[in-house]
């Protein structure tokens, strides 16, 4: 299909990691609501700490880089790598000081009037103090190395995002060694929050950061020593693990060997307490090779994300997310045959977690049991080290059946666990792949091969998320188990790709990345812009992750113009602006939060009344169409289409409480509800309707 013809209008690109930051703003205000239970607020602040501490081991690592070998070429956006980082720290110190008001103004306060109160070491009395100088002496002298700086002691190897302390001392031991500076390394196995003992503190719910008791009584790790200060510094690393790999390469060795490594990458950033003198920043800068720019000041403890312990320490539901327990149909019990359900009804949409994730595990746990299943085969990308559906593959691998195992050693940050999974599988048996070097396996597809008389007949189960239990309570997504034998016929094409060597292997319905995806999703949205452009009926619905891909961006520009109206539902990182007289009024951007992280991948093509709709594993982004191996499948079924729609777009375009637009301004808006409007959470009405 040939693009149309327009009269062009510069397009505009929003850079990404200024959209990431925007985003994280966002998961900021959702601690700042105080209409949210108390220790959700807790947990959105948490969120936006570790969201932050990833843009910056991941994107900031990958800036820094690029300035480092010399690449000055800008983004789409139109900036350098340079202009991006001064921004970026710009944009980040903003977030970072905002969070610290947020934790120190509102949350902090608002937890001591329920009761719940976090101990400052100005403020403790007799009781208390002896107290923690108890435990200091029990629980964490043992534990503690000092590291006295000197010829013989150089400065140490500091752990990516560890809790340290510098020490400035004066004195001289006994060895005649002049004291001057130390450093304190916090072991990763210690708790960053102490409940103290209710008889000393007088409550059941008062707690100390481990940094205070370290603070108040390290002179003790300095015996005969002044300590004249110390403070506590985080330093935070480039993590991109590249590996590179040659064709008789084993994967799985190089990451093992890596993986220790990318804990002492290049230093990104450094966090270091608010009263920390700068002639100690100095020094730390000068060791760590950053400068003043990549320094966060903070008030209150340097990894904000450890503060999550408190979730989990106080058991207050009041001030908790109402639980609620995802709906099973009764034909979806351990006890029904599934296979004979999918038989009955085609084609079983899914949508984590209001409905439950156990019909995917029954999938694959009845398919190891079943005598009439012969082979099954499965991509694995985040699943767990503890995963029900792993144990499933072992045991099937161990009763005799085919079992192939598709395992992305790749995936960022659990690339360890993965690397456990592999060996457990092989040792029962299984045929673990790794994929194809050079493209990471981030299609979510599971296909079980079990005989129906004289003829082996597919299930498929195909999905937006991974295949772990955990995150299906927390992420929305999409999956689907049917029969249909034309995606049963495409996916073990899929698998023949991921495990053999061929070409040719064109596939009937389901569009895969690197080779169709791309091209079919521009091919539709210049459909829908011939369809405007001859009076007919155009309309694009999306929803995703993330919009990066400049390709995509330009067609939805140029769809815009021709008049066909586009709803874009991004969570994340969106570098298209919309409302733009002449290039983008036609568009609207909405990102929509709550309890739950929004995860599908869901794209709509209205084509004149003949609609298409997919749901897809791959977000709009280059490394999604180009270098990953992902899969877009569709939706045809009426009633399953039409629940699709109804829950993927109409709900969150309708969201008065929890969504907010991008302007024509580049900023984001919350959505304010009209006082007399009814409120409405999309996410709120899927646990009322679903569960």
Not at 551 to 556: D, F, H, P, S
Not at 678 to 685: E, L, T
Request: aromatic fraction near 8%; proline fraction near 4%; charge should be negative.
């Amino acid at each position: 299909m040939t693009e149309t013809s327009l009269t062009p209008v510069a397009p505009v690109f929003i850079n990404r990691e200024l959209s990431l930051i925007a985003f994280n703003r966002r998961v900021l205000e959702l601690a700042q609501d105080v209409s949210l239970p108390l220790l959700e607020r807790l947990k959105f602040l948490c969120i936006s700490s570790s969201n932050l501490d990833e843009l910056f081991e991941v994107r900031i690592g990958s800036l820094t880089q690029q300035i480092r070998v010399g690449l000055n070429r800008p983004d789409d956006s139109g900036l350098t790598p340079g202009e991006q980082l001064d921004q970026v720290y710009t944009a980040a110190h903003s977030l970072v000081a905002d969070q610290y008001h947020t934790l120190n103004d509102e949350v902090i306060p608002a937890l001591a009037e329920e009761g719940i109160h976090f101990l400052r070491r100005t403020h403790w009395n007799e009781a208390q103090s002896l107290w923690v100088k108890q435990f200091f002496r029990r629980e964490l002298l043992p534990l503690l190395t000092p590291l006295g700086l000197d010829p013989s002691h150089p400065f140490p190897r500091i752990l990516n995002k560890s809790l340290n302390f510098v020490v400035s001392l004066e004195g001289t031991d006994d060895y005649g060694r002049e004291a001057w500076m130390a450093i304190v390394q916090a072991p990763r196995a210690l708790p960053r929050i102490i409940r103290m003992d209710e008889e000393a503190s007088g409550t059941s719910s008062s707690f100390v950061f481990l940094s205070s008791i370290i603070h108040a009584h390290v002179h003790e790790l300095f015996p005969g020593m002044t300590v004249t200060g110390c403070y506590q510094f985080r330093v935070t690393r480039n993590s991109d693990l590249a590996v590179a790999v040659d064709d008789d390469d084993d994967l799985l060795k190089t990451l093992q060997g890596g993986l220790f490594e990318r804990n002492y990458g290049d230093a990104v950033r450094l966090e270091v307490a608010d009263n920390c003198p700068q002639e100690m920043i100095d020094f730390l800068c000068d060791r760590f090779k950053l400068n003043n720019q990549a320094v966060f000041q903070v008030h209150g403890p340097v990894n904000l994300n450890r503060l999550m312990a408190l979730y989990g320490l106080v058991n207050r539901p009041d001030l908790k997310d109402e639980p609620f327990t995802p709906k099973l149909k009764k034909e979806f019990s351990s006890e029904a045959n599934i296979f004979e359900t999918i038989e009955q009804r085609g084609a079983v949409l899914l949508h984590h977690p209001y409905e439950s994730f156990m019909p995917v595990v029954e999938f694959v746990r009845q398919a190891a049991s079943d005598p009439k299943v012969v082979a099954i085969k499965m991509t694995l990308y985040r699943t767990g080290r503890d995963s029900a559906i792993v144990d499933a593959l072992e045991a099937a691998a161990r009763a005799g059946k085919e079992v192939t195992a598709v395992v992305e050693l790749r995936a960022r940050f659990d690339e360890e666990a993965n690397i456990d999974i592999t060996t457990r599988l092989q040792k029962a048996g299984a045929y673990v792949a790794y994929g194809i070097v050079g493209y990471k396996t981030h299609a979510k597809m599971t296909l079980v091969l079990r005989r129906d008389g004289s003829r082996l007949k597919r299930f498929v189960h195909m999905g937006t998320g991974n295949y772990h239990p955990g995150t299906a309570r927390i992420y929305t997504d999409f999956g689907l188990l049917t029969d249909d034998r034309f995606l049963g016929d495409d996916v073990n094409k899929l698998f023949m790709q991921l495990t053999g060597l061929g070409r040719g292997m064109r596939l009937k319905r389901i569009l895969q990345s690197p080779f169709t995806l791309h091209s079919g999703m521009l091919d539709r949205i210049e459909r829908e812009i011939e369809h405007a452009q001859a009076g007919r009926k155009a309309l694009i619905r999306a929803k995703m992750n993330a919009l990066i891909d400049r390709q995509i961006i330009e067609a939805l520009y140029r769809a815009s113009q021709a008049g066909v109206q586009i709803d874009l539902i991004i969570r994340g990182v969106c570098c298209i602006q919309p409302g733009i007289a002449g290039l983008s009024e036609n568009i609207r951007v909405r990102s929509v939060m709550g309890r739950f992280l929004e995860h599908p991948r869901v794209f709509y093509f209205l084509n004149d009344g003949d609609d298409e709709l997919f749901l897809s594993s791959a977000d709009w982004m280059p490394r999604n169409f180009f270098v990953r191996v992902e899969t877009c499948f569709p939706i045809d079924a009426p009633e399953i289409k039409a629940r699709v729609i109804n829950e993927a777009f109409e709900r969150y375009l309708a969201d008065n409480t929890g969504a907010w637009s991008l302007e024509a301004d580049g900023q984001y808006h919350r959505v304010k509800r009209h006082h007399n409007a009814k409120p409405r959470s999309a996410q709120q009405s899927l646990l009322d309707d679903l569960t």
